[in-house]
Structure formats: C-alpha cells, structure tokens
T-cell receptor, first 112, second 111 residues
C-alpha cells in the first residue's frame, strides 16, 4: 500500500498562475484534509472532506478550491497564486471513530 | 476544539526521559487527547491518544490526571532521532471534525 501520496513534491509558480496539487490515498479512508505549514509554524487547515461529494472549509480557505469526486482523490486548486501562498502543503486522511490521521509527504510550493 | 498550551521548546540529552506537558483547561467531556510528532520536511505522525489515566504504547506514554485539564507526553530514554516537534491536540471525532494544530514543542536532543 502506498498510503497517502502527493504530487508534485516541489513547485514554483509565478504570481497569478493556477495549479492543482494532487492527493491520493489507497486506505479507503472517509476523511481527507489539506493543511498548509509556513516556516516555523504549526499546520493550518485549508479544506476538508468527510466523504465523496462532501467538502467544507477550514481555517484558511481563501484562494483555494477543492472537490472530492472519489474516495481516493482530493485535489487542491490554487486559483491565482500569490506569494502569501508560499508554504508546504500536506494532505491527510482519517477514518471515523479515531482521531488519528495519516499525512502525505508534502508539496513545497514557492510563489514568486 | 479546546485550546492547548505547550512549551515552545525543550532540550534534553540522549538516554534521558522527556516529559512534555500540555494544558487544555477547556477540554470537553467527550474530547480525546492526541499527540503527533513531526520531523523536518515530513508530515506529522500520530504517536498516542488517550481519554483518561495512562496510556502506553511502544513509543511513548500519556499521563492524564483526573481533571483532564492537562496531559503529559513521556518519551523514555530519548535518542537523537527523537529530535522533532511534538503537537498536542484535543478534540473528538464528531464526523465533521478536523485537526487544529498549535505551534507545538520543539524538542532538541543532544548527544
């Protein structure tokens, strides 16, 4: 099992460009989430999903869109990249009945 | 989710026991206490979870007093590889819950 995979590992964007960060899981978990982590800081929740077709906003949703058409995939779209979105992005999965979540390796995004 | 307070950083030496305390005065009756570990350039990793008293696994122990307003993560005989950031989280699996991470405790283990 691959667990939680994220692509790409690194990405550089220019201000105003758009892109999609991919997250996939093979654990059949209902919950999937996107977090961002700025240097020296804790993680902040962007969006999350409790199942296919259901998404909700987290703490810092502005500038990001998500959709969940399948259990396995939860892509994060940056609509118009800004330097303030330079960060490391982590995808995580979890399952009902436990507070344990499994994190992917992260995508390091730089916006110039 | 209940707010948590942890020390910003701690230093230790190899072979020592490390105790990291987390305060959560507003913990709700149904809330669980969960600890995560994060190494540089990696995503957080679940360490341990508990509700009351003491929980132990192969990695750590979690001590929770009767009033549950604080908890202590205990790492026995730390090694250099335990150098990481440790996050304390409090909440419950409500079906629509999400994790709220604070700034965590940066543990530096010296040789």
């Amino acid at each position: 099992n691959a667990g939680v995979t994220q692509t790409p590992k690194f990405q550089v964007l220019k201000t105003g460009q758009s892109m999609t960060l991919q997250c996939a899981q093979d654990m059949n978990h209902e919950y999937m989430s996107w977090y961002r982590q700025d240097p020296g800081m804790g993680l902040r929740l962007i969006h999350y999903s409790v199942g296919a077709g259901i998404t909700d906003q987290g703490e810092v949703p502005n500038g990001y869109n998500v959709s969940r058409s399948t259990t396995e995939d939860f892509p994060l779209r940056l609509l118009s990249a800004a330097p303030s979105q330079t960060s490391v992005y982590f995808c995580a999965t979890g399952t009902r009945g436990t507070y344990e979540q499994y994190f992917g390796p992260g995508t390091r995004l730089t916006v110039t | 989710l209940a707010k948590t307070t942890q020390p910003i950083s701690m230093d230790s030496y190899e072979g020592q026991e490390v105790n990291i305390t987390c305060s959560h005065n507003n913990i709700a009756t149904n809330d669980y206490i969960t600890w995560y570990q994060q190494f540089p350039s990696q995503g957080p990793r679940f360490i341990i979870q508990g509700y009351k008293t003491k929980v132990t696994n192969e990695v750590a122990s979690l001590f929770i007093p009767a009033d549950r307003k604080s908890s202590t993560l205990s790492l026995p005989r730390v090694s250099l590889s335990d150098t990481a950031v440790y996050y304390c989280l409090v909440g419950m699996d409500t079906g629509r819950r999400a994790l709220t991470f604070g700034s965590g405790t940066r543990l530096q283990v010296q040789p």
